[in-house]
Each structure stands twice: as C-alpha cells, then as structure tokens.
T-cell receptor
Framework: SAVISQKPSRDICQRGTSLTIQCQVDSQVTMMFWYRQQPGQSLTLIATANQGSEATYESGFVIDKFPISRPNLTFSTLTVSNMSPEDSSIYLC???????????FGQGTRLTVV | DAKTTQPNSMESNEEEPVHLPCNHSTISGTDYIHWYRQLPSQGPEYVIHGLTSNVNNRMASLAIAEDRKSSTLILHRATLRDAAVYYCILRADNQGGKLIFGQGTELSVKP
C-alpha cells in the first residue's frame, strides 16, 4: 500500500495568482498522476508526472497552465498558474506501481479562486 | 480509451446485497476491469479488479461476464458507510497505468 500526503488540503486564492500543490508518498512508486475534480463532477486526468522529465499531458491540459515537477520517486508538485474562478476544483494526486496493481489517491486539495 | 456505462444512481437497503452493473462492450483482451469508490469529501479508494475470472476480497466480489462485455460489483451486505460513488474503469497496461474515470454510480443506502 501507499500513503499519500497532499499539501495544502485547501486554499482560497486570488485570480491571476498561482498555487503549487505538493504530493508526497511514503514509498517509492512507479507512476504518479494528477487529477482534477470540478464541483459535482467525476475525476479528469490532467497529466502523468514523469521522474526527471517533462510530464505527459492529457488532451485539453497544457504545461504553461499546469506545470508539473517530479524530482524523485516519492514527490511531485502541480502548479495551477494564472488562476481564474474556473480553476476552482479539487486537485488529487494518485500513485500506482508497475503491472496491473491498485492505485492510491491523496485526499485532495480543495482550491477556490475568487 | 475503452469506455464503460453505469447507471447514474442506485438505492439499497442496509444489510442487503447490492449489485452494481457496468457495461464495457468495447473492452480489449488486455484491459483489466477496475472498481473504485469515492466517499463524500475523500479521494477515491480501490475496491477490486479482475481480468477474466470472478474475484473476491474483503470488500466486495467482482463477477465478470464470460464475454467480458459486462461486469457486476457485488457488495454482500450494504452498510451506511458504503454510500459512495462507484466507478468502473478499464485499465490497459499499455496506457501507462492511468485510470480514466467515467461518471460512476452514486449508491445511496437506506437504514
């Protein structure tokens, strides 16, 4: 199993500013992912965080808006840049190992942009 | 990405079994069937997964149709704490392990 710590758990930010969300895992994991969950909706995959290289973004998400870092096997950050009220969502970190194993999710970061 | 179809919502009575259906007619031979659930104000949690054979664990059972085009998550005895959104997801090893979520089934449990 893996325990994921996300920081901050929630924040209220001014439009036009940026917020960096941290994801720390208690064990080395192969795959790390970032998701967004808009109010009342399902989860949408933003990107795969790749260790030591650029993240792989899903359609509709770009690096300039959501820069991601992953310096090692246990840590990643997601930045939400130049925020607008439409970015108000829960952002979740997820990890999994190799093979068809289960995925683990953090508790999420609840972001409100005003 | 192969898609799944689930009912938007279901109701159950406490202490009764619950059968949550999922259709995945476009499933490929290498797709695993995963189930996750999301309790209110929490991140999703793993429930169960399988490839071809039925699977059992401490949380639930997964019944997979012989043609693999549908599956059913079975909660043997629903409790109030099982009220959540349940997601059926097809996961392929060649997709880098990512999970693509559909809308899921919101399960409510009545006392």
């Amino acid at each position: 199993s893996a325990v994921i710590s996300q920081k901050p758990s929630r924040d209220i930010c001014q439009r036009g500013t940026s917020l960096t969300i941290q994801c720390q895992v208690d064990s080395q994991v192969t795959m790390m992912f970032w998701y967004r969950q808009q109010p009342g909706q399902s989860l949408t995959l933003i990107a795969t965080a790749n260790q030591g290289s650029e993240a792989t973004y899903e359609s509709g998400f770009v690096i300039d808006k959501f820069p991601i870092s992953r310096p090692n096997l246990t840590f990643s950050t997601l930045t939400v840049s130049n925020m607008s009220p439409e970015d108000s969502s829960i952002y979740l970190c997820s990890v999994t190992g190799m093979g068809n194993t289960e995925a683990f999710f953090g508790q999420g970061t609840r972001l409100t942009v005003v | 990405d192969a898609k799944t179809t689930q009912p938007n919502s279901m109701e159950s009575n406490e202490e009764e079994p619950v059968h949550l259906p999922c259709n995945h007619s476009t499933i490929s031979g290498t797709d695993y069937i995963h189930w996750y659930r999301q309790l209110p104000s929490q991140g999703p949690e793993y429930v169960i997964h399988g490839l071809t054979s039925n699977v059992n664990n401490r949380m639930a059972s997964l019944a997979i149709a012989e043609d693999r085009k549908s599956s059913t998550l079975i909660l043997h005895r629903a409790t109030l704490r099982d009220a959540a959104v349940y997601y059926c997801i097809l996961r392929a090893d060649n997709q880098g392990g990512k999970l693509i979520f559909g809308q899921g089934t919101e399960l409510s449990v009545k006392p």
